[in-house]
T-cell receptor, first 114, second 110 residues
């Protein structure tokens, strides 16, 4: 199993550009999440999904969109990038409900917005 | 302020010593998890402890939970250079969301 994969590993955007961060898992997990990690602030939940076709907002959803058309994929879209979105983005999945089950994390995408 | 806050923010010890990290939280929880993050990598799950449990062990790791004090501790015994990483506590208060603390950076000197 590849586990949770994320692409790209690094990305530099200009303010106003849009892009999609890809996330895929091959563990048949129902639950998937996107987090951002900023220095000194831990991880903050952006969006999550409890199954294909079902998504919901986390703590910091503004400026991001998600969709879940398949169990395996959970892309995160930045609609119009801003410098405040410079961060490291992690995708995670879990078999059960993320609060009671182990979350498996991808390696992260380091995004810089100029 | 965050639900889970780790203490200390950074810890430097010699190989072979024990390392203790603490996590305090503000509201009642269903469970608390500890994760490790090596530099430039994703988080790796270490231990989950439920609100009705007081202590759990996994290899050289020991986690305690004191719900009356709203705190947890992670003890790593006989530390190794490979234990150098950031350690995060994550709390779940119900619902899907898990709240992560800012982490403790552990440096183990060989």
């Amino acid at each position: 199993n590849a586990g949770v994969t994320q692409t790209p590993k690094f990305q530099v955007l200009k303010t106003g550009q849009s892009m999609t961060l890809q996330c895929a898992q091959d563990m048949n997990h129902e639950y998937m999440s996107w987090y951002r990690q900023d220095p000194g602030m831990g991880l903050r939940l952006i969006h999550y999904s409890v199954g294909a076709g079902i998504t919901d907002q986390g703590e910091v959803p503004n400026g991001y969109n998600v969709s879940r058309s398949t169990t395996e994929d959970f892309p995160l879209r930045l609609l119009s990038a801003a410098p405040s979105q410079t961060s490291v983005y992690f995708c995670a999945s879990s078999y059960g409900w993320g609060g009671t089950d182990t979350q498996y994390f991808g390696p992260g995408t380091r995004l810089t917005v100029l | 302020s965050q639900q889970g806050e780790e203490d200390p923010q950074a810890l430097s010890i010699q190989e072979g010593e024990n390392a203790t990290m603490n996590c305090s939280y503000k509201t009642s929880i269903n469970n608390l998890q500890w994760y490790r993050q090596n530099s430039g990598r994703g988080l790796v799950h270490l231990i989950l402890i439920r609100s009705n449990e007081r202590e759990k062990h996994s290899g050289r790791l020991r986690v305690t939970l004191d719900t009356s004090k709203k705190s947890s501790s992670l003890l790593i015994t006989a530390s190794r250079a490979a234990d150098t990483a950031s350690y995060f506590c994550a709390t779940n208060t119900g619902g899907f969301k898990t709240i992560f603390g800012a982490g403790t950076r552990l440096f183990v000197k060989a």
